[in-house]
């Protein structure tokens, strides 16, 4: 996506409007200098995690589409 230029970090200290949180930049930094935290704490995450959280969230909705069908059909 290009989000992290030299510029961008000059002035903001943070990727520009094109970052996707995608993860990618904090596996190929080689100086180990992009990190992302957990919100409100200071446990550093790595890409593998927002996967496994992207993943989960969407198990989370299947199975609430399926219930809630479920629900639906037992209503009529």
Do not use: H
Not at 29 to 39: F, G, I, T
Not at 45 to 54: E, K, N, Q, V, Y
């Amino acid at each position: 996506m290009y989000a992290i230029t030299p510029r961008a970090v000059e002035f903001s200290k943070a990727p520009n409007s094109n970052c996707i949180r995608c993860g990618r930049c904090i596996e190929i930094c080689p100086e180990e200098a992009v990190d992302y935290n957990l919100l409100g704490t200071s446990i550093k995450t790595r890409a593998w995690l927002i996967t496994l959280s992207i993943l989960a969230i969407s198990a989370w909705g299947v199975w609430f589409v399926i219930a809630l069908a479920d629900i639906l059909q037992r209503l009529l």
